[in-house]
């Protein structure tokens, strides 16, 4: 069994800065694409930002160039470090982790998200 979980999300005021992360636990024998999503209220969900497993970054367009995804493959663990933060940003941030279990194929895994809230 896989578990994701995030944290770090929490109040920030406008040009603030905040910093998620979101570690796999469990029957995790390595991560493959690690993504952040969002749901703004009222809003659908989307894509923020995805790192693949050698690195390689997406970034919605609004983001890019205040937030950044990283990983750290022997922790299980994803960041993503938001700058500049806008009021707009606020959501709640859900991790999107694609695991290669140590028996089986490889699986999607959600968290239970983290409420980011950005004021004026």
């Known amino acids: 069994q896989v578990l994701v979980h995030e944290s770090g999300g929490g109040f920030a005021q406008e040009g603030g800065s905040l910093q998620l992360s979101c570690v796999a636990t469990?029957?995790?024998?390595?991560?493959?694409?690690m993504s952040w999503y969002r749901q703004g209220p009222g809003q659908q969900l989307e894509l923020v930002a995805a790192i693949n497993p050698i690195g390689r970054t997406y970034y919605l367009n609004s983001v890019r160039g205040r937030f950044t995804i990283s990983r750290d493959n022997a922790s299980n663990t994803t960041y993503l470090q938001m700058r500049a933060l806008k009021t707009e940003d606020t959501a709640v941030y859900y991790c999107?982790?694609?695991?290669?279990?140590?028996?089986?194929?490889?699986?999607?895994?959600w968290g239970q998200g983290t409420q980011v809230t950005v004021s004026l």
């Open positions: 999107k982790a694609r695991i290669a279990p140590r028996k089986g194929p490889i699986l999607e895994y």
């Open positions: 469990g029957s995790v024998y390595a991560m493959n694409a």
